[in-house]
């Protein structure tokens, strides 16, 4: 029965990629297949355990990180603890479980995180999560080599990791950085920077009691030369004022005297333009008013709808005329048609014919048929002869009657283009009326015009009426004219009183000022700057008291909460201590450096050579005894020995070979260093797929031997590969459990 173990159970993707609560699984213990097509989704979840157990992949660059639109990445790992393969299946139903699940980075990994206390990303990704690209090397082969190695000495950490830690602690004691805290140098230097502050602190003390006897001399000069600069800011005040008062008021005034010249023009503008538009629409319509408008309005709407009317009926009757015109012409042409003449002819021959021919033919054949039945005496011949000559009198009779009986169908064709005719003259004479009583309404609508002053229309009561909407719109001109020419001279008449009142209050100014009323802004300015330039001087003075008297103020404040002489004391104290510490830490370091690697070499010496048995062992296996050793070299360098005795440096074989290395290194490493990662299973993804048929299964037979401590799980999408495993589980006594990947 063998030893129970943690292992992988099921993968649970709740949100990642394009899976959405998806369960992928179960797998067993050991040699585990999961087989599917390309884009199935098999590097998704190879990728989805090392995120749920070490976080989600950031978005760097063009990477595929697996986040799914709108929503976050999330889901589970389900471990189980095996009840060994001899267990009974109630046993293994009942199997201890143990969930690890991951949402957000923040979040960090939830649930039983011991599973994962034993491995840390980097050896992760190394040694447990393995592809094609993987395979072609491994990055720090001796440094990786030595944390898996010591990673089962039974201390709290691997020595390896021990050791690269006291060597960070050492390079930080001896480092010249600025941000080292505990570097030595830095800490000599920073002591040495004291003692020459300490011997400056003490020159400073008596500079600032010299200060102190120059603030107070320095008062009452301040004070009398503040009183002089304030009657200045009287004077000025004053001054500025007037100039600013001067300087709005002769602009006001200069622009009201524009403003009385523009206006005033404005006024002879509005005038001109309201007897232009009077006369462009004439006297008459410009004195029309909206009531008389309307009025003229209806009159020309009322002779419009007469002319409408009229030209309505003359179209009516016009469109008569052409119609009684084209039936007439239609008669015309039909009474002259050939074809008819020709089949009224051929009718009456055909009548003459039948008049004429027939009853001959019966009368021929009547007679010497009754002739010769009276000489033998035969009735029947007799009576058949005479019904003949009566039949054939009989049709002649009927048959003249015929060719001698008016013909009605050419009476009905003359009395048809009688009437046309008639209904044409008719026609004929409407429109002639019609036409004429148009012109007499036009002749009317003209005199109409005239009289309202429309004349220009011509008759066109359209043209009335635009003329009428060139009258009102003059109309509303000479309105606004009259409007303009009214506000402009209220403007005028208000801009000529500011103007007076403009004059007053410059006069005021200026006496308040202290300056004659006939001054102007260039005297106010000219004693402004002289003004001026004198408090400028005074300022300046007054300036530099206060600038002195501050700098000294905010020394001698300085001074009174400066304590930089004790500090630095106490720094040059504790400086001096922390070196003395930092000395004797050092020293320390050194000897646990020593120690460790002394015992990493003792393990390595004890546990490397195993490894790379194991690993020639198993290279040997997958390349079929051509490649019989795998070894470091002095320099810390790998190669490989052939059957031959030959060796080469990874770089210098083909890709197969050196993945078939690198797989079998690493499957050495991992069962020698089985106190790493021991609940965590090794992913493959498609790992074989540029091995030949037999180094495949060589390959396959080193991965079910690592599955004997470790559980396995590969990806492939490739039925040979799955075949190869199956066989080479089916070998070592075990049964291979396949998992289809659907897509």
């Given at each position: 029965?063998?030893?129970?173990?943690?292992?992988?159970?099921?993968?649970?993707?709740?949100?990642?990629?394009?899976?959405?609560?998806?369960?992928?699984?179960?797998?067993?213990?050991?040699?585990?297949?999961?087989?599917?097509?390309?884009?199935?989704?098999?590097?998704?979840?190879?990728?989805?355990?090392?995120?749920?157990?070490?976080?989600?992949?950031?978005?760097?660059?063009?990477?595929?990180?697996?986040?799914?639109?709108?929503?976050?990445?999330?889901?589970?790992?389900?471990?189980?603890?095996?009840?060994?393969?001899?267990?009974?299946?109630?046993?293994?139903?009942?199997?201890?479980?143990?969930?690890?699940?991951?949402?957000?980075?923040?979040?960090?990994?939830?649930?039983?995180?011991?599973?994962?206390?034993?491995?840390?990303?980097?050896?992760?990704?190394?040694?447990?999560?393995?592809?094609?690209?993987?395979?072609?090397?491994?990055?720090?082969?001796?440094?990786?080599?030595?944390?898996?190695?010591?990673?089962?000495?039974?201390?709290?950490?691997?020595?390896?990791?021990?050791?690269?830690?006291?060597?960070?602690?050492?390079?930080?004691?001896?480092?010249?950085?600025?941000?080292?805290?505990?570097?030595?140098?830095?800490?000599?230097?920073?002591?040495?920077?004291?003692?020459?502050?300490?011997?400056?602190?003490?020159?400073?003390?008596?500079?600032?009691?010299?200060?102190?006897?120059?603030?107070?001399?320095?008062?009452?000069?301040?004070?009398?030369?503040?009183?002089?600069?304030?009657?200045?800011?009287?004077?000025?005040?004053?001054?500025?004022?007037?100039?600013?008062?001067?300087?709005?008021?002769?602009?006001?005034?200069?622009?009201?005297?524009?403003?009385?010249?523009?206006?005033?023009?404005?006024?002879?503008?509005?005038?001109?333009?309201?007897?232009?538009?009077?006369?462009?629409?004439?006297?008459?319509?410009?004195?029309?008013?909206?009531?008389?408008?309307?009025?003229?309005?209806?009159?020309?709407?009322?002779?419009?709808?007469?002319?409408?009317?009229?030209?309505?009926?003359?179209?009516?009757?016009?469109?008569?005329?052409?119609?009684?015109?084209?039936?007439?012409?239609?008669?015309?042409?039909?009474?002259?048609?050939?074809?008819?003449?020709?089949?009224?002819?051929?009718?009456?021959?055909?009548?003459?014919?039948?008049?004429?021919?027939?009853?001959?033919?019966?009368?021929?054949?009547?007679?010497?048929?009754?002739?010769?039945?009276?000489?033998?005496?035969?009735?029947?011949?007799?009576?058949?002869?005479?019904?003949?000559?009566?039949?054939?009198?009989?049709?002649?009779?009927?048959?003249?009657?015929?060719?001698?009986?008016?013909?009605?169908?050419?009476?009905?064709?003359?009395?048809?283009?009688?009437?046309?005719?008639?209904?044409?003259?008719?026609?004929?004479?409407?429109?002639?009326?019609?036409?004429?009583?148009?012109?007499?309404?036009?002749?009317?609508?003209?005199?109409?015009?005239?009289?309202?002053?429309?004349?220009?229309?011509?008759?066109?009561?359209?043209?009335?009426?635009?003329?009428?909407?060139?009258?009102?719109?003059?109309?509303?001109?000479?309105?606004?004219?009259?409007?303009?020419?009214?506000?402009?001279?209220?403007?005028?008449?208000?801009?000529?009183?500011?103007?007076?009142?403009?004059?007053?209050?410059?006069?005021?100014?200026?006496?308040?000022?202290?300056?004659?009323p006939e001054s102007g802004v260039g005297d106010v300015e000219e004693e402004l700057e002289r003004r001026v330039r004198q408090r400028t001087g005074l300022i300046e003075a007054l300036e530099s008291m206060n600038q002195r008297a501050g700098e000294l103020a905010a020394v001698?404040?300085?001074?009174?909460?400066?304590?930089?002489?004790?500090?630095?004391?106490?720094?040059?104290?504790?400086?001096?201590?922390?070196?003395?510490?930092?000395?004797?830490?050092?020293?320390?370091?050194?000897?646990?450096?020593?120690?460790?690697?002394?015992?990493?070499?003792?393990?390595?010496?004890?546990?490397?050579?195993?490894?790379?048995?194991?690993?020639?062992?198993?290279?040997?296996?997958?390349?079929?005894?051509?490649?019989?050793?795998?070894?470091?070299?002095?320099?810390?360098?790998?190669?490989?020995?052939?059957?031959?005795?030959?060796?080469?440096?990874?770089?210098?074989?083909?890709?197969?070979?050196?993945?078939?290395?690198?797989?079998?290194l690493r499957i050495a490493l991992l069962t020698c260093a089985d106190n790493v990662g021991r609940a965590i299973p090794i992913l493959a993804d498609d790992i074989l797929v540029n091995f030949d048929e037999q180094r495949r299964l060589g390959a396959a037979r080193a991965l079910?031997?690592?599955?004997?401590?470790?559980?396995?799980?590969?990806?492939?999408?490739?039925?040979?590969?799955?075949?190869?495993?199956?066989?080479?589980?089916?070998?070592?006594?075990?049964?291979?459990?396949?998992?289809?990947?659907?897509?």
């Open positions: 029965m063998t030893e129970p173990r943690i292992y992988l159970r099921s993968i649970h993707l709740e949100r990642f990629g394009r899976f959405h609560d998806t369960v992928v699984g179960p797998f067993g213990d050991r040699m585990n297949i999961v087989l599917g097509a390309n884009e199935a989704g098999k590097t998704t979840v190879a990728s989805f355990v090392g995120g749920v157990l070490f976080g989600w992949e950031e978005a760097r660059g063009n990477r595929n990180t697996y986040k799914p639109e709108g929503a976050e990445r999330a889901g589970s790992l389900l471990f189980a603890r095996s009840a060994g393969a001899d267990a009974s299946a109630s046993a293994r139903e009942d199997e201890e479980t143990f969930v690890l699940s991951r949402a957000r980075n923040a979040d960090g990994l939830q649930g039983d995180t011991f599973l994962v206390e034993d491995i840390d990303k980097d050896t992760y990704r190394t040694m447990f999560s393995l592809n094609s690209d993987e395979l072609r090397s491994l990055r720090n082969t001796t440094g990786t080599t030595a944390k898996l190695l010591t990673a089962g000495s039974g201390t709290g950490s691997s020595p390896a990791h021990a050791l690269a830690h006291v060597n960070e602690r050492l390079a930080a004691f001896t480092s010249r950085a600025a941000s080292a805290e505990q570097s030595i140098p830095q800490l000599l230097a920073r002591r040495n920077a004291l003692r020459a502050e300490q011997q400056s602190a003490a020159d400073v003390a008596d500079a600032y009691r010299a200060q102190d006897r120059e603030l107070h001399e320095l008062e009452p000069e301040r004070a009398a030369m503040g009183e002089r600069v304030e009657e200045a800011n009287r004077v000025i005040e004053a001054l500025t004022m007037a100039k600013s008062s001067l300087a709005a008021l002769d602009a006001e005034r200069d622009k009201l005297k524009g403003d009385v010249a523009r206006l005033a023009k404005s006024e002879e503008e509005a005038a001109s333009n309201y007897e232009l538009h009077e006369r462009s629409c004439g006297r008459r319509l410009a004195r029309l008013t909206a009531s008389d408008e309307r009025a003229l309005r209806d009159r020309l709407e009322n002779l419009a709808t007469r002319q409408s009317r009229q030209a309505h009926a003359v179209e009516v009757a016009r469109a008569n005329y052409t119609s009684s015109v084209a039936v007439y012409e239609a008669l015309q042409e039909t009474a002259d048609d050939e074809a008819d003449r020709r089949s009224e002819r051929s009718k009456r021959r055909i009548q003459v014919a039948f008049c004429v021919v027939i009853p001959a033919v019966l009368f021929l054949l009547g007679v010497p048929l009754f002739i010769e039945g009276r000489a033998r005496g035969a009735l029947s011949y007799m009576a058949i002869g005479f019904l003949l000559s009566v039949f054939a009198a009989l049709m002649a009779t009927g048959g003249f009657a015929l060719l001698f009986r008016p013909n009605k169908e050419e009476g009905a064709r003359k009395a048809r283009f009688d009437d046309a005719h008639w209904v044409m003259i008719q026609d004929k004479k409407k429109l002639e009326a019609c036409q004429a009583e148009e012109e007499s309404v036009a002749a009317q609508v003209r005199e109409a015009l005239d009289e309202e002053g429309l004349g220009e229309a011509q008759g066109s009561v359209r043209q009335a009426r635009a003329l009428l909407d060139e009258a009102r719109e003059a109309r509303q001109a000479m309105a606004l004219c009259r409007q303009r020419q009214q506000a402009a001279a209220a403007r005028r008449a208000d801009a000529e009183h500011r103007l007076q009142e403009i004059a007053s209050e410059r006069a005021v100014a200026l006496q308040r000022a202290g300056l004659s001698l404040a300085q001074a009174e909460t400066e304590r930089d002489f004790d500090r630095i004391k106490i720094e040059v104290q504790e400086v001096t201590t922390r070196l003395e510490e930092a000395r004797t830490d050092f020293a320390r370091l050194l000897l646990a450096k020593h120690m460790l690697e002394a015992a990493i070499a003792t393990w390595e010496s004890k546990r490397q050579p195993e490894v790379y048995l194991r690993a020639s062992r198993l290279l040997s296996l997958m390349t079929e005894g051509r490649w019989t050793r795998v070894s470091l070299t002095r320099e810390g360098t790998l190669e490989v020995a052939d059957a031959l005795g030959r060796t080469r440096q990874p770089v210098h074989l083909s890709l197969g070979t050196c993945q078939q290395l690198y797989l079998a079910v031997e690592l599955s004997e401590q470790r559980q396995v799980i590969l990806f492939t999408c490739h039925e040979g590969v799955a075949r190869a495993l199956k066989k080479a589980s089916k070998q070592a006594g075990q049964s291979a459990n396949i998992i289809n990947l659907k897509p």
